[in-house]
């Protein structure tokens, strides 16, 4: 005769609790892993990527946490609440204490204007912005030719020609020392353009205008590293940084802009800002969000910030904005006002 084991029935809704409470757990346990053990290339790095998002999901389990002897999910909830909050605040940058009136103070803009952009809306921008530097990416400089106008605004203009999302322009008020471009050691073409401007300090102003190109995705050599594979930009931002660092250490004032295609989560971001300052974490007065995906490219808003205004402690940043209404590009305008630091 065989012995019957008769096992409890498991309530349904504590089945639903434990379902529920799947995603919230993998959700912290991702979460411990990218701050305690990023990694840079592979599908946990596409996660550091789009980390605030992967909180959007728990939404649709608000309405199971109100459920009798749900108490275990709404801990849950409340938990990651407090992570995201923790992770993620809302950065509306205080800005730093403001330089003296007589400081020398300069504004700039960054762009990426999309394969050249649509010249008729570009134009206007530059035109009106009170910007003494212009930094615009997957731009080839064409509009400017016979355009007296931003001739005489910008007297100093430099020009990385190229086709596609290559090419690099820098327009400036100001005058030009040196120029020269920088490659990395997988670029087939510069991925950024360097200037030495006089804005009448004892030592001039290096503008660096980067654009590395994006990380593969998808596409990498090797299985892991195919969701994600910064390798290419990780080394052409090693080399942005190792140019950077004689200025930095001797004091000169230093401004890095551009499109990074690089987020704030992952570890180049550390590596490429090691003794620069984010304006936008010190000055921004908005999320400071700068790319949107194609479906989104005629809405007035961002998901990612990937262009950045970095400067050396020597500089000020006095105030970042960002515009975000759509004008052909994928990506949004940023402009930060610089002062140089009293001393």
Known sequence: MRATIILPAVPVACRAAVLAALYPVLLLGLTAQQVLWPVRSGPLALGEVFAPYLFVPLLVLVPLAVWRGMGGLRILLAVCVGVFLLRFPPHLGSAPPLATSAAPQFTALAWNVRLGGEWAQIRPVLATTPAGIVALEESDGQGLHGDLQLARRYPTVLVQRAQGADGLTLLSQYPLRDHGTLRGPADPVPRAIWAQLDI???QPLLVVVV????????AGKHPWQAAYDPTIRDATLATIRGFVAPALRRGQPVL????CNLTEREPAYTDLTQGLQDADRLAGGDLGLTWRPKPLIRQPLALLRIDYLFSSPTL???QVSTDCTPRG???CAVTGRFALRAT
Do not use: E, K, N, R
């Open 211 to 218: 654009h590395p190109v994006p990380p593969l995705t998808f």
């Open 316 to 318: 000020v940043p006095l």
């Open 256 to 259: 890095v802009l551009g499109d």
């Open 200 to 202: 009448g300090t004892a």
């Open 329 to 331: 590009s994928d990506h």
